[in-house]
């Protein structure tokens, strides 16, 4: 649920909100909708751009952490960005490396992110 909510909906919102879809904007999305709006857990982040820890601590269990990670996972595979889990009881750590290098895998803005889809498509006789 977590995999296919990161793929669709968040990548739809994060587009709609932001006009671009980045790693920045991923984690502005976390930040500001799951931890100051929602109120769903505590944001932490720290580190430089090479290597960055989001930390997410909540009080909803393990499966809130299953959800969570999976969501971020899609959205980081989706950007081409390298990341690591660490789901507990109470917090999901995601490490992220190599964020300074990353490059622009998904389109900027939802025209071009549709005029890709159509050009992916295969074409049926």
């Known amino acids: ?5 990161g793929k669709d909906t968040v990548v739809e919102f994060i587009l709609y909100y932001f006009r671009k879809f980045d790693l920045d904007s991923v984690l ?13 857990y505590a944001y932490t982040e720290f580190g430089d751009k090479d290597s960055r820890t989001i930390i ?3 009080s909803m269990g393990r499966s809130a ?24 009881d ?3 750590i ?13 389109p900027k803005t939802f ?8 050009v992916e498509r295969p074409v049926e006789p």
């Open 1 to 5: 649920m977590g995999t296919q909510n």
């Open 28 to 40: 502005k999305t976390f930040e500001l909708i799951g931890a100051e709006y929602a109120n769903a």
């Open 56 to 58: 997410l601590r909540h």
């Open 65 to 88: 952490s299953a959800y969570y990670g999976a969501s971020f996972k899609a959205l980081c595979d989706r950007l081409g960005v390298t990341v690591e889990l660490e789901e507990s």
């Open 90 to 92: 109470n917090q999901l």
């Open 94 to 106: 995601c490490k992220i490396g190599g964020a300074s290098s990353l490059k622009i895998m998904a």
């Open 111 to 118: 025209k071009e992110q549709l005029a890709k889809q159509a």
